[in-house]
């Protein structure tokens, strides 16, 4: 009987656990995708897609159908093992990382007092992929990309590493549901104001390491003004050209999946996660989880909005932002963040 219930029950309980966020993930990027392509096309006056469904709004799975009957084609180049594994290496790590994401307090499958280390890790793992597609192709176009897509993503993984080092400084853990809650008390509670509770957030004391975030959220996962490795005017369509049908599906998807995590990356860090901006009711009525979404769709609005007005950077722009821009303003409020910390006696 220990047996069942101390190893056999819990495996269960995980993999149920774990097929149902998937499941949700992928419903919930298909819209995500949908909306991307809705608000492009409202910002340049047209309707986007509203055929298939009411709305639109099956469109999303109608491409998933497309890609998936479609027959794939490898270059008889390539690395075939290896050219099949990097879209596969791609989604797998995009997906990996919700496994520390609570979407609610105490809805987690792993809340590891390392979620945020989980995180950059498989972020910063997720490279791997772009370059497995870029050299398996056997050709120069996407060995090129995938060459410039390596550089960008670990150049602004540093600025993502220290903006977060700033808010485990004020929470005083790695494990990111403690981080959400050290998000409870604050500047609403020092003013006299606690219900307020959208004032405790960080992203007020941490705005400009919130504005670093989001910047380097957009070139770490390849998203315009900063979709350098995908540039069609030079490089085709990036490491992924040589690719069709499902490999290309899932590196879209593995994208959008990133796109997701930072999303909700920037709710859990800077936005009180799962908590009402105000803290009475109604609001206190709302499940945490419709907080926590609505905030992580926030994010996603302005991500799209980016794509929508922002013209594409110069690869030397990108690379002058992150080394030169973000790197030293992220470190400086590094060390401000801990002087006021230490001199107030605010550390946690």
């Given at each position: ?26 419903v ?46 490898i ?77 960008q ?23 990111i ?11 609403a ?34 998203r ?35 796109i ?89």
């Open positions: 009987m220990s047996f069942w219930s101390d190893i056999v029950w819990p495996v269960v309980v995980i993999a149920a656990q774990s097929v149902l966020l998937l499941v949700l993930l992928l919930i990027v298909a819209f995500i995708l949908l909306a991307d392509r809705k608000i492009w096309a409202a910002v340049q006056i047209r309707r986007g897609p509203n055929v298939v469904g009411p709305f639109g709004l099956f469109q999303s799975f109608a491409d998933l159908l497309k890609f998936v009957l479609k027959e794939p084609v270059p008889s180049g390539s690395a075939k093992g290896l050219f099949l594994l990097a879209p596969l290496v791609t989604t797998t790590l995009a997906l990996l990382a919700w496994v520390v994401v609570p979407v609610a307090d105490g809805w987690v499958i792993a809340d590891i007092n390392v979620g945020v280390l989980f995180i950059l890790a498989i972020s910063s793992l997720s490279v791997y992929g772009a370059i497995m597609g870029g050299w398996a192709s056997n050709s120069k176009y996407p060995f090129l990309s995938a060459l410039r897509c390596a550089a993503m670990v150049s602004y993984e540093v600025s993502i590493g220290l903006v977060i080092i700033t808010v485990l400084l004020c929470a005083g853990s790695l494990n549901s403690a981080i959400v809650h050290s998000q409870e008390t604050g500047l509670n020092m003013i006299g104001l606690p219900w307020l509770s959208f004032l405790n957030w960080y992203w007020l004391p941490l705005l400009p390491m919130f504005v670093v975030f989001f910047v380097s959220a957009l070139a770490e996962t390849n315009p003004p900063f979709d350098l490795a995908e540039a069609e005017s030079e490089l085709v369509a990036g490491y992924m050209v040589e690719y069709g049908s499902t490999p290309y599906m899932m590196f879209m998807l593995g994208e959008y999946v990133a997701c995590t930072m999303c909700a990356m920037m709710a859990l860090l800077f936005m009180g996660g799962w908590m009402p901006p105000i803290n009475v009711a109604p609001f206190t009525w709302v499940p945490g989880i419709v907080w926590f979404l609505a905030k992580a769709l926030l994010m996603f609005f302005f991500i799209a909005m980016a794509k929508a007005i922002v013209p594409r950077y110069r690869y030397d722009q990108l690379m002058r932002l992150g080394w030169k821009v973000f790197l030293p303003l992220s470190l400086i409020y590094v060390v401000l963040v801990a002087g006021v910390l230490q001199i107030t006696g605010w550390a946690a």
